[in-house]
């Protein structure tokens, strides 16, 4: 079955961290541009961050910029979310997608999503 499969979400103190991981199951993830999301129950989307598949350029929104890092192991077929530093507005569900690029709004696979709450 094609699908990426999420893990590592929780509920983690304030200054605490966690870290997500994201595997591609079917399909060859180093093709692939991997974006992380957030949302909250009724909110939008939100950009999280990005790497690109080329040249492992990565990219992050400005809310999570210095406390989130994003990586991937082609040979696990994983990209993970390191973050640190988590503040009880990082509180959302958490989503993976792949698509050709970063940035290119068109996402082919997508996580099932996994819970982030921080709270003391």
């Known amino acids: 079955q094609v699908q990426l499969v999420q893990s590592g979400g929780g509920l983690v103190q304030p200054g605490g961290s966690l870290r997500l991981s994201c595997v591609a199951s079917g399909f060859t993830l180093n093709y692939y541009a991997i974006s992380w999301f957030r949302q909250a129950p009724g909110k939008e989307r939100e950009d999280v961050s990005c790497i690109s598949s080329r040249d492992g350029s990565t990219y992050y929104a400005g809310p999570v910029k210095g406390r989130f890092t994003i990586s991937r192991d082609n040979a696990k077929n994983t990209v993970y979310l390191q973050m640190n530093s988590l503040k009880p507005e990082d509180t959302f569900v958490y989503y993976c997608?792949?698509?050709?690029?970063?940035?290119?709004?068109?996402?082919?696979?997508w996580g099932q999503g996994t819970q982030v709450t921080v709270s003391s």
């Open positions: 997608a792949a698509s050709s690029s970063c940035g290119s709004g068109l996402y082919d696979y």
